[in-house]
């Protein structure tokens, strides 16, 4: 027997922009999910929830088209407590070594080594140009040193542009405490996971809110069914990441799972294909977008641009 997805994926992957493969359009969904990433800490749900529909009602204006008024939206706010963990497990930033002289974490400096390394390699930024940012500094190149990452990082802020260092190593402690300590990942998945009914339901998640999300919907037990996954500005694709999910494995709920990223956002600089996430059926990646918020990051320059809301508007039941 073929299994339903793969027939799905096939499809999504022949279908090109403006045609809603036949086999998602048989699945309509009556709620959205939208699962926000880090650094929303004090933020009021309300507006953020606002925020994301506002621009996705912009991408449907282009469209001619509008966000169907039965839809129901669901926005899981983590955000504080995501802050609280980040209080409380104190994982010092390179920048806290240098001005408050503390410890650093060896195990989180392998992971943040790992994760720049792979971003500055993907952004194009050179040996030659790294050098510069470290000058003379004799101390041996490598994970263990912490002044070594602190240079990768400034070479991606100054080379690759949109994050800056600070913005970079807090992105990557939050997403180290999650994929790395039980209980956070615990926490915030079942925060996220209470606003998932049984109904038909489209899930966004964006940066570290796709993580949050592909945890749940790889693992949930629930009948959930799920016509459409929306990733947007995902660093999924990055090793040091992904190898928290091994196996990594298509979500038994999904039908349909499309990937859109800017090639500027040094997040998400790598697509969810074969090469960096293989699963099957196949992810949809669309590359085309252009961010048009200051980092190319932002949630935004995602969701009103008109391709990401085409797909989504797709899947909702009219």
């Known amino acids: 027997m073929v299994d339903r997805r793969q027939l799905l994926g096939f499809a999504s992957t022949c279908c090109v922009t403006g045609m809603i493969p036949a086999a998602q359009a048989a699945a309509k969904a009556t709620r959205v999910v939208l699962v926000h990433g880090r650094g929303q800490q004090g933020e009021d749900s309300t507006r953020l929830k606002s925020e994301w529909t506002n621009a996705l009602s912009r991408g449907a204006t282009t469209l ?12 899981p706010y983590y955000g504080d407590v995501l802050d609280n963990f980040s209080r409380e497990f104190d994982v010092p930033l390179t920048s806290d070594i240098q001005t408050r002289g503390v410890q650093a974490d060896d195990a989180f400096l392998a992971f943040q080594a790992e994760l720049a390394e792979a971003l500055r390699r993907k952004a194009g930024i050179t040996d030659a140009q790294l050098d510069t940012v470290y000058g003379p500094n004799p101390r041996p190149r490598g994970p263990q040193n912490w002044e070594w990452v602190q240079a990768i990082l400034t070479a991606i802020d100054k080379y690759g542009g949109g994050l800056s260092v600070t913005a970079l190593e807090m992105f990557m402690r939050d997403v180290y405490l999650y994929t790395t300590r039980a209980g956070v990942r615990d926490e915030i998945d079942r925060i996220v996971a209470s606003q998932l009914t049984e109904e038909p339901t489209v ?116």
């Open 64 to 75: 001619g088209r509008a966000l169907p008024d039965k839809i129901e939206v669901a926005f």
């Open 203 to 318: 899930v966004v998640g964006h940066s570290l809110g796709s993580v949050v999300a592909y945890s749940i919907l790889r693992s949930d037990r629930r009948r959930l069914r799920i016509p459409l996954y929306v990733t947007v500005g995902s660093p999924l694709g990055l090793r040091a990441i992904r190898d928290q999910f091994r196996p990594l494995r298509f979500p038994q709920p999904v039908e349909a799972w499309y990937n859109a990223f800017d090639d500027r956002d040094v997040v998400a600089l790598y697509p969810l294909d074969s090469a960096n996430f293989p699963v099957v059926p196949r992810i949809e990646n669309n590359s085309a977008v252009k961010n048009h918020t200051a980092n190319r990051h932002g949630i935004v320059g995602y969701l009103d641009d008109s391709a990401v809301a085409e797909r989504i508007l797709g899947a909702l039941s009219l």
